[in-house]
């Protein structure tokens, strides 16, 4: 069984009138956290959209788990999880219903340990989701996708609207529960310099291309100035060309 789980090969996509990934290469081996990290425009959300199979990947090649993830998404949905930057869950439903909706839909869901992790941030499991604040939503969204126990994850910014004690407890959780499981997983943040210790791979993005890439080593080798070893931020902050927007 091969170690590369997502393969991107010379992909290129493009909205009417506007090309947002240009000739885009990656790899990502089985159990890494990949950082993906780029400016606003930069083709990060677009990609999140061609892995999880919302939409063809019309030039090049792209393979999850070996599979195309536009003509094998009721496949791929078996072992793919994602968490989208704006969850859109049905707002009258409660929070006990939709975990039991997931329940119906996912025979490995490990509904335990979903209430475990809802109960442990305070979220209500007798609340409507349209009455939950976004980081409400988001962490629902994101332990829904855990639960799933897939082998990919694919989060896009899961952490907005949290508070930073709770965004720090929240990374350790995933750490602890990425570790543990080997899954393979896709990070986009807005927030390199508190991600850094989650990681163990970053792919820099900017104008649809990958312009950096590697193990968080490896990476940081390549930019040593003066003995010094980057941080994360400056290492977006340089590759970027000083436009901190992520």
Known sequence: MSDTIIELERVAFAYPGKAVLRGLD??????AVVGLLGPNGSGKTTLMHLLNGLAPCREGSLRVLGLDPWKDRVALQRSLASVPEHPELYPWMRVRQ??????????????????THLDRFGVPAGDRLGGLSRGQKGLVSLFSALGRKGRVLLLDDPTLGLDVLARRHLYRTIVEELCEREVTTVFATHLPAEVEGVLTHLAFLQAGRVVEAGSVEEVKARHVRDGVSPSVEDLYIALMGGDHVA
Request: include cysteine.
């Open 26 to 31: 990656l790899q990502v081996a089985r159990g």
């Open 98 to 115: 939709f975990l039991a909706f997931y329940r119906r839909c996912y025979p490995g869901w490990d509904e335990a340990y979903v209430r």
